[in-house]
C-alpha cells in the first residue's frame, strides 16, 4: 500500500492578471477559481499510481476557505484526503513563507503516516515562480526532481522512484531514493473524467482544516507577510506596445526586405549610434 501526497494551489482562471494599483496585490474578486493546471495533472498521475498499487493520496493546500473547492475537485479526481492550511497569519505568504507552512504540515503528516512519494506541480499559473516545490524538497531534505513528465517505477521494496524528466536538450532519466518530491509537467498524466464513486464521495466530503496554532504550532515570524522576504515595492501592468512593421518577405523579396530594414534601423537614431 502506498502513501501518496499532492500539494495544490487554488488560482485565478486567467492568465490575464490584474493588480489592483492601490495595494499592488492581485485583483481576486469576480475573476473565478479553479485548481491549478499543472496541479490536475499531478493528481491525475498520484490516483493513477493508487490504481497500480493499491494506497492512498493525501492533498494540501494553504488558502482561504474557498480552496476547499479544489479540494473536493481532487477527490472527485480520486483523493482520499484534503487538508486545508487556511489562516489569516498566512496571507501574504511569498514563496519562502509559503515553503515553510508546507513543509511543516508535511512533515507532521509524514510522522503519523509516512508519505512514499511527494507530487508539486511545476508552476502555479498566477505566481508563476515554480520555488514552492524546490522550497519544500530543501526545507524537508528530501530528494528533488523538477519538470517530471513520466513515472517509469515506483519499488517500495527498494524505496527507489524511477522518472522521466524534460530538460531543454533531452529527456533524462533519474532514480531517486523514496520519499522524493517531484514537480510535475502536464505530460506526466491524462486528467480522466471523474468515476462516479469519487464524484458521489467529493459531494460527501468534509475537508479538515489546520490552522497557524492547530495541529502544526508555527513560527509566526515566518508565516504572511511578517516571514516574507520578497517585499513587493512597485506592481504595475506592463504598457502594451503597438506592433511593429510587418515585411511579407514573400511578397517583396529578400533583398527589398533586408534593404527596407536596414534603411529603417539607420534612419532610427537610436540604433544609427551603435555604429558610430
Ligand atoms: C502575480 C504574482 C507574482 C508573485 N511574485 C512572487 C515573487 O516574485 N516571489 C515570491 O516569493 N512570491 C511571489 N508571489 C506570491 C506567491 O504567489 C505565493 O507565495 C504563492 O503561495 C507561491 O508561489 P507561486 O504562486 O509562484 O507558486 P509556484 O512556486 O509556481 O507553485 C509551484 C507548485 O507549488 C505548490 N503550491 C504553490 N502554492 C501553494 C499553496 N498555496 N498551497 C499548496 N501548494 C502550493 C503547487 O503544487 C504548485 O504547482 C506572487 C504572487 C502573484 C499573484
Known amino acids: 500500500m502506498i502513501h501518496l501526497l499532492v500539494s495544490i494551489k487554488q488560482v485565478p482562471d486567467t492568465t490575464n492578471i490584474r493588480i489592483d494599483p492601490e495595494t499592488g496585490s492581485l485583483i481576486r474578486k469576480g475573476v473565478p477559481a479553479i485548481l491549478n493546471p499543472y496541479d490536475a495533472h499531478a493528481v491525475a498521475a498520484a490516483a493513477e499510481w493508487k490504481r497500480k498499487l493499491g494506497g492512498k493520496i493525501t492533498i494540501i493546500t494553504m488558502g482561504p476557505p474557498s480552496a476547499t473547492l479544489a479540494l473536493q475537485e481532487c477527490i472527485e479526481l480520486g483523493a482520499d484526503r484534503g487538508i486545508l492550511l487556511s489562516d489569516r497569519k498566512f496571507a501574504g505568504s511569498d514563496t519562502w513563507a509559503t515553503s515553510y507552512v508546507l513543509a511543516e504540515a508535511i512533515r507532521k503528516i509524514h510522522e503519523e503516516d509516512p508519505i ?50 524534460k530538460t531543454e536538450l533531452r529527456t533524462e532519466i533519474i532514480r531517486a531514493t523514496l520519499p522524493a518530491l517531484l514537480t510535475c509537467e502536464k505530460e506526466i498524466a491524462e486528467i480522466p473524467y471523474a468515476a462516479l464513486p469519487d464524484l458521489i464521495k467529493s459531494l460527501r466530503y468534509e475537508t479538515e482544516t489546520w490552522t497557524a496554532e492547530d495541529p502544526v504550532i508555527y513560527d509566526e515570524t515566518k508565516i504572511g507577510l511578517k516571514g516574507s522576504p520578497t517585499k513587493v515595492s512597485k506592481t504595475g501592468t506592463p504598457k502594451q506596445h503597438e506592433p511593429g512593421e510587418t515585411f511579407k518577405v514573400a511578397e517583396i523579396g529578400l533583398k527589398e526586405s533586408v534593404d527596407t530594414v536596414f534603411e529603417k534601423m539607420i534612419s532610427n537614431s537610436s540604433v544609427a549610434s551603435l555604429w558610430e
Open 116 to 165: 512514499d512519494l511527494l507530487f508539486f506541480g511545476k508552476q502555479a499559473i498566477d505566481g508563476d515562480t515554480a520555488q514552492v516545490g524546490p522550497g519544500v524538497a530543501t526545507r524537508l531534505e528530501f530528494p528533488l526532481i523538477t519538470y517530471a513528465t513520466n513515472i517509469r517505477e515506483i519499488n517500495q521494496d527498494e524505496g527507489f522512484v524511477l522518472i522521466e524528466r
